[in-house]
């Protein structure tokens, strides 16, 4: 696999680590109410669903790093949750914020070109 492709995996990777920490730790923090556009009731409201979300997340992380610790042997593993990514960052866009769509669709987006032009599965 190419440094590039394995660049813009991992960064996708530590994006959905840092979504994993807003939407278990920070939902309700000031830096969670910011990134969300919420008020401290909603948050308090919706903290258990979040916290759900946040794990999902931690998933996807723990996929995209597994497959790039097998090096070339981990590109199927890494087009499958990089699919996932892209499919739940086109959903989160249609159903929750457009800027989903910049946040996490398009990075996905991008490291699976890369992994998919850095050579046969």
């Known amino acids: 696999m190419s440094t590039a492709a394995a660049i813009v995996v991992a960064l ?17 923090k000031p830096a969670g109410l910011k990134a ?13 669903l979040a916290a759900n979300q946040g794990l999902y997340n931690g998933f ?4 995209l790093f597994w497959g790039l610790s097998l090096g070339g042997a981990g590109k199927a593993v890494l087009v499958f949750f ?25 990075p996905a987006a991008l490291a699976l070109v890369l992994v998919f032009l850095s050579g046969s599965l």
């Open 60 to 63: 996807l992380a723990a996929g």
């Open 82 to 106: 990089l699919a996932c990514v892209l499919v739940a960052g086109l959903f989160g866009a249609l159903t929750a914020s457009r800027k989903i769509l910049f946040v996490q669709a398009l």
């Open 36 to 48: 969300f556009g919420q008020t401290l009731e909603a948050a308090r409201a919706s903290k258990v």
């Open 12 to 28: 996708v990777a530590l994006l959905h680590v840092y979504f994993l920490v807003l939407e278990m730790f920070l939902w309700d």
